[in-house]
C-alpha cells in the first residue's frame, strides 16, 4: 500500500474520535493518510492528534497561509487515490449530494476524480429520514461506497441504525477498493443472509442468533467488485446495502422459493442464511394461550434450499456454511459431499467473538478436493473478500 494517499475527511460526530484509529491503521499499512477536519470535526478531535498520528499536515481551513499545498481542495483532489468520510454526518452527505462545496473537505470531494467511502454515523431518525436516505442513494448512484451504518448503541443514549462502522472493517474496504479488484463483473450472484423465522402463532416464532451480518459484507463485497447481486435475507436489523437488490424473507420456505426462481440465472450461490431445519406443522391462527404445565410442540422438516439446487441445470457455483460446535472439520467435509458443494465455509461458532453476532469471524474454507484453507480472525469484511478470492479462482478454473 505505500505510495497510495488517502484523504481523510473527518466531520462532526462524536465518531470522530474513531477516525483516529482508521488514520493509525492506515499509517501502518505505509499509506499516506491526509487529514482533513470540518470545523464541526475540531470540537471533537484535534488537528494535533491526527498530524501526531499521520505525521502529516491537517487541514481545518480553505484559506490557511502557511499550509504546504498551494490549493489544498486542488492539490488533494488530484493527489488522492481514494477519499474517504468517516464519519460521515447527514450535513455533508447531503452537501455532497448536491454538490454544495463550503468549506476544505467538500471542495475536495468535488474536485476529485479518485473513488470516494463514505461511513455515515448518526441518530437513527436522521439516517431513516426520506431526505437522507435520497441523498445516500444519489451518491451510491455517482459511485459511492458506503460502509454501515450499524445498529447499536448511539450517542444519544439509544439503540438503533446509525452507529459507526468498525474502524478496522473501513480500512479493510479502503485497501480492497485501492486494489480495485473488479474481478466479478457481469457475474449473477445470489447470497442468503440472516436467520429464518418459523412462526408458532401470531406472536411466536422458532428463529436463532444469526445477526445476517456475514451475509451482508459477502454481498457488499461482491457488489464492490463488480457483481450483479442479489440478497435474500431473513429478518436482520442490519441497514438495506445499496445497489443491492434486498429480497426480504422471514421462513426457510419463503428462501427456498425465492432462490428456485432465481437459481437458473445465476454464476454463483452463497448460502449464508441459518436456515431453520424444523418448523411446527401447524401455525396457529391465534395466540396461544398458557394453559397446562408442558407444552409439546410437533416440527417437520423444511426444505434443504442449498441440497435442492444440486441438480439444477445450468449448475452455478454454490458455496454453503457451516455452523459446527463440535468436530468441525469432518461435519464440514460431510455437508460438503452430500450438498455437492463447490466449497463450504466452516466456522466453529464456540470461538470467543467469532461467528453468530459478532464483527468478526474465523473461518475454514475446503474446497472439494478436501484442501484447506484456515483464516484467522478476521472482520466479517475481510472474510468475504478471502471467500470471493477463492470463487473467483474456481471461475477462472
Ligand atoms: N441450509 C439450507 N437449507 C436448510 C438448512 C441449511 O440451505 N434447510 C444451508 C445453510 O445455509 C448452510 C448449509 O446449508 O449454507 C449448512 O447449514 P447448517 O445449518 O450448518 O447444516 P444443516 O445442513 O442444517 O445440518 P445440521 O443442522 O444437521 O448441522
Redesign the pocket.
Given at each position: 500500500m505505500s505510495n497510495k494517499i488517502v484523504v481523510l475527511g473527518v466531520t462532526g460526530s462524536i465518531a470522530a474520535y474513531k477516525a483516529v484509529d482508521v488514520a493509525s491503521q492506515l499509517t501502518q499499512k505505509g499509506i499516506d493518510v491526509e487529514v482533513i477536519l470540518t470545523k464541526a470535526a475540531t470540537q471533537f478531535v484535534t488537528p494535533l492528534t491526527f498530524r501526531s498520528i499521520t505525521a502529516r499536515p491537517v487541514v481545518t481551513d480553505m484559506f490557511q497561509l502557511a499550509s504546504p499545498f498551494s490549493i489544498e481542495h486542488v492539490a488533494l483532489a488530484e493527489a488522492a487515490d481514494l477519499i474517504a468520510i468517516a464519519p460521515a454526518t447527514a450535513n455533508i452527505i447531503a452537501k455532497l449530494a448536491n454538490g454544495i462545496a463550503d468549506d476544505s473537505l467538500t471542495c475536495t470531494v468535488l474536485a476529485t476524480a479518485a473513488p470516494v467511502v463514505i461511513a455515515p454515523a448518526m441518530h437513527t431518525g436522521m439516517y431513516n429520514n426520506p431526505v437522507t436516505q435520497l441523498n445516500l442513494t444519489k451518491l451510491h448512484q455517482r459511485g459511492f461506497t458506503l460502509i454501515g451504518p450499524l445498529h447499536g448503541r448511539l450517542a444519544s443514549g439509544g439503540i438503533g441504525l446509525g452507529r459507526f462502522a468498525p474502524p478496522d472493517e473501513i480500512v479493510t474496504t479502503i485497501c480492497h477498493l485501492l486494489d480495485r479488484k473488479k474481478d466479478l463483473i457481469g457475474k449473477e450472484v445470489i447470497i442468503?443472509a440472516g436467520g429464518?423465522q418459523e412462526a408458532i402463532d401470531p406472536v411466536r416464532y422458532i428463529g436463532n442468533r444469526s445477526s445476517g451480518k456475514m451475509g451482508y459484507a459477502l454481498a457488499a463485497a461482491a457488489r464492490d467488485r463488480g457483481a450483479h447481486v442479489r440478497l435474500i435475507s431473513a429478518p436482520t436489523s442490519l441497514a438495506k446495502p445499496l445497489g443491492i437488490e434486498v429480497i426480504d424473507v422471514q421462513t426457510?420456505e419463503e428462501?427456498?422459493v425465492a432462490?428456485g426462481e432465481m437459481i437458473s440465472r445465476v454464476d454463483i450461490l452463497?448460502?449464508?442464511?441459518?436456515?431453520?431445519?424444523y418448523r411446527p406443522v401447524k401455525m396457529q391462527k391465534e395466540k396461544v394461550k398458557k394453559a397446562d404445565q408442558r407444552w409439546d410442540l410437533t416440527l417437520e422438516?423444511?426444505?434443504?434450499?442449498?441440497?435442492?439446487?444440486a441438480s439444477c441445470t445450468p449448475r452455478p457455483l454454490r458455496?454453503?456454511?457451516?455452523?459446527?460446535t463440535e468436530n468441525l472439520l469432518h461435519?464440514?467435509k460431510v455437508?460438503l459431499d452430500?450438498?455437492d458443494?463447490d466449497l463450504?465455509?466452516a466456522n466453529d461458532i464456540t470461538i470467543a467473538g467469532s461467528g453468530f453476532g459478532a464483527d468478526q469471524n474465523q473461518v475454514v474454507i475446503i474446497d472439494r478436493t478436501g484442501c484447506i484453507e484456515e483464516l484467522p480472525l478476521l472482520n466479517k469484511t475481510d472474510v468475504a473478500q478471502r471467500i470471493l478470492d477463492r470463487v473467483v479462482k474456481l471461475l477462472a478454473e
Open positions: 442468503t429464518t426457510a428462501m427456498s432462490v452463497i448460502m449464508a442464511a441459518a436456515v431453520a431445519d422438516r423444511t426444505p434443504d434450499i442449498l441440497a435442492e439446487t458455496i454453503g456454511f457451516a455452523a459446527e461435519n464440514a455437508k452430500q450438498k458443494l463450504i465455509i
